[in-house]
Every structure is written in structure tokens, then in C-alpha cells.
């Protein structure tokens, strides 16, 4: 009994908490894709635009990104699968990028639980590539997103905000 009022004493803490996080300027979304046994997740803090020029001046050109806002962009996978036809063990990664006006780097770290990108190091790089960068001309996307478009085995992420997109395949590899 001494325990669920101790907890009943947390409620007002955790009730806090929880409004804080949804009214974070920057919200938290979850983006997911399953294919048979495996699960891939990708959780993330989304920036808006707010008028501000994006991608060479608030995400500066070629600096390591955290690839969203708050904290460092996180992947995790439940099973091995490639990515941009790289093997990537299961397991929970960040995900940073380096924008450029006409390619970025995509890195997957394996340091996970960061602020940011301050923390940043490159020896714990478990992947890293290079993808075209693709422009709308005018904006589209008002907040940062990342979506995963998956059919069966096959799935690709986008991350795009204002005019700017970049895409990579992910291929799971459960029996068919």
C-alpha cells in the first residue's frame, strides 16, 4: 500500500511532465515500419521553419547536424537489415546528417542518448553515406519530417523540410 502512494504522490510530477513534452516548440514524433519480425523505429524532435532560411543558414552547410531539433535523432531496428545496401546489425542508433546544397551524408553512431550533435564522435560511426539532395523550388514542407514509405521487404526514408529532400533505401531480411 505504502508503494501505490508513492506513486500517487508522482502523478502531479508525471502529469507535468507530460504537458511539457507536448508543448515543446519542437514536438517528438515516432515513425515506424514492420516487415514480418522486424520493427524499425525512428523517434525524432520536429523544428519548424517560422519563416527562417533552413538549410545553409539555422542547419548550416557541411557541420554535423542531429538531423531534427532537442535531442539527437534515434533509429532502432529488432532485427539485421541494410541500409542504402549496408548491413546494420539490430539494435538503437542516432542518426546525424551533414547537409549540403547538392548531397548529404547520412551517419548512423552508435552513441545514443545525446543532446544534440555536441557530443558527436565519429569513431562510433557504424555507417556512413552520401545521397543526392532533392529541391521542390518552393517550399512544402513546413516542419522537419521523416517518413518511411514500406512495401513488403523494401522501404525508403525521407527526410525533407522546407525544400529540400534526401531519400535512402532500407531492405529487411526476413525469408520472404
Given at each position: 500500500m505504502r508503494l501505490v502512494g508513492f506513486f500517487l504522490l508522482l502523478l502531479p510530477y508525471f502529469a507535468l511532465a507530460q504537458d511539457v513534452a507536448s508543448t515543446r516548440p519542437?514536438?517528438?514524433q515516432i515513425v515506424t515500419a514492420r516487415y514480418k519480425e522486424t520493427y524499425l523505429k525512428i523517434t525524432y524532435s520536429q523544428p519548424q521553419k517560422?519563416?527562417?532560411?533552413?538549410?545553409g543558414k539555422l542547419v548550416p552547410?557541411?557541420?554535423i547536424w542531429r538531423t531534427g531539433?532537442?535531442?539527437a535523432t534515434?533509429?532502432?531496428i529488432t532485427k539485421d537489415?541494410?541500409?542504402n545496401q549496408q548491413?546494420?546489425?539490430?539494435?538503437t542508433y542516432s542518426l546525424f546528417t551533414i547537409p549540403s546544397k547538392e548531397k548529404w551524408i547520412i551517419i548512423i553512431n552508435s552513441d545514443v542518448g545525446m543532446w544534440g550533435s555536441y557530443n558527436y564522435n565519429s569513431k562510433k560511426d557504424v555507417l556512413r553515406f552520401e545521397v543526392p539532395v532533392t529541391s521542390t523550388g518552393?517550399?512544402?514542407f513546413e516542419s522537419f519530417i521523416i517518413s518511411i514509405d514500406s512495401k513488403n521487404d523494401k522501404a525508403t526514408i525521407s527526410l525533407a523540410w522546407d525544400t529540400t529532400q534526401v531519400s535512402f533505401p532500407v531492405q529487411f531480411n526476413e525469408p520472404k
Open positions: 519542437s514536438p517528438v517560422k519563416g527562417r532560411q533552413v538549410f552547410y557541411d557541420q531539433a532537442n535531442e534515434e533509429i532502432t537489415l541494410l541500409i548491413p546494420l546489425k539490430a539494435g518552393t517550399t512544402v
